[in-house]
């Protein structure tokens, strides 16, 4: 059996025997979180920045809006910015995530675990420090959009959930991984 069909079959299932079936109610919701990204570098255009190690970890800050609807599904737009620079001193590099992504939501008493796939817009740019750089500071980037998948695990108390999630974009040089923990917060 083809591996898609086999996780869709146990998609369907979990679908069919939640035990939330109707129990969520719909509306918006926001979420910040903290953000971390391991980063495997293509050697073009960065080959100037590369340093031995081709894979960089980066840190940042996230945000998004969604919509919870009775059924279960969700849909969610988030933003990410995660870099290894602090303030431009040293040789850096900055990831912009902005992912568009569907999925279903899955709710047992306080925990939730939620399937996702979507759409992924990101923008990876290397940028020379100031620190010990005699002349103007040379940059490069990449950019494009490509499908993403991922999940989220909550904890859910009253009208706000901590809430782990982890993200994957499969991308020309490679992809990336991308995981936050943070605070999601039902109007």
């Given amino acids: 059996m083809d591996k898609r069909i086999k996780y869709l079959v146990i998609l369907i299932a979990l679908i069919v025997i939640s035990p939330s079936a109707l129990a969520e109610k719909s509306g918006p919701f926001a979420s910040v979180n903290l953000s971390h990204a391991v980063v495997p570098l293509p050697s073009q255009p960065f080959e100037p920045f590369r340093r031995k190690d081709s894979t960089e970890n980066l ?3 996230g945000g998004g809006i969604g919509y919870s ?9 988030e933003i990410n910015a995660v870099e290894n620079s602090f303030l431009g001193t040293f040789d850096g590099y900055r990831l912009t995530h902005v992912d568009l992504s569907f999925g279903y939501l899955f709710r047992w008493k306080k925990m939730h675990f939620t399937p996702k796939v979507g759409r992924a817009d990101w923008r990876l740019s290397a940028k020379e420090g100031m620190f010990l750089n005699p ?12 499908p993403v998948w991922g999940f989220s695990i909550g904890y859910r ?3 706000s959930e901590l809430v782990l999630s982890y993200k994957n974009v499969n991308t020309d040089f490679g992809g990336y991984d991308l995981s936050s923990i943070g605070l999601l917060i039902k109007f």
């Fill in 69 to 77: 609807f009775n059924s279960q599904f969700i849909v969610h737009l």
């Fill in 157 to 159: 108390k009253t009208q």
């Fill in 135 to 146: 002349g103007i500071e040379e940059s490069r980037a990449v950019s494009d959009n490509d």
């Fill in 59 to 61: 840190m940042g800050i």
